[in-house]
């Protein structure tokens, strides 16, 4: 009866602390072994890369010692083995496929729900193929009409993606989920949220990521949103954090440390890929954020 007393008394003389410790202590005893071990993988989607050529694009990025590409989903399956050519004898390495799936996964309207989950599959088999980390999945956009906000849609929602995981399984490769911010997504909006599907779903090939544009306005915490996110943080996408342009564009806003500390925490192996535009000249505009973002990385 009276453990809700004792814990407020042990918060009140400064015993919240050891409490709190022993409760989380195994995750940060991950946590600090695997904080020096975390890389910093940059990566690009390929228009935002400069060249004309898919060739032009990643002797670009290899120059700026970028290591990921990250492909739109649409088309990619006539792009195989045009992609393949293009990164052998290169360091660079798919990091993820964004989007470019029909329909949605949460549609209540059947016709789109299998649209999504027959071209999510082509996708998949094309991502597994190019040995991608996965292929980023929003399950419904504002726009597009959706069951309601219920445990009956969640229910429905992790069923499909336990077997849409299984298939990425199957081709070495992932879905990703991808929580946007209210104005874009309202379904998915936190980290966490798209992380305790993902351990709902309970798949391995069922994964989440957070974007820092979107966890701008989302999150109050950037290292706590990738921390609870944990072992199923699979991707990372970055942009300034006013207009979603190039980090650095948007000044003093564009801190991203305190979410790196979070990347460090995890021991985070996965990229973290610029999704954004400029209002600047790209060719000043893009290796400037790339120099802000390796600075960040060793202060964090
Ligand atoms: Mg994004």
Redesign the pocket.
Known sequence: MSTRRDFIKKVSTGGALAAVGALSMPSFAFAAKSAKSANLNISLQEGIAIGKSLDEKLDYMEKLGVTGLELGGGNLAKRVDEIKKALSNRKIKVSAICAGFGGWLLADDPAEKQKCIDSTREILAAAGELGSVGMILVPAFNSQHSYPHTQETRDRLVADLKELGAYAHEHKTSIIL?PLNRGEAFYLRQVADAASICRDADSPGVFCMG?F??MTREETSDRGAFISAGKYLKHV?IASRKRRIMPGEDGEADNYIDGFKGLKELGYEGYISF?CGTKGNKEETLPAAVKLIREQWKKA
Request: charged share 50%; net charge negative; aromatic share 16%.
């Open positions: 991808e974007d544009w979107h996408h999704e």
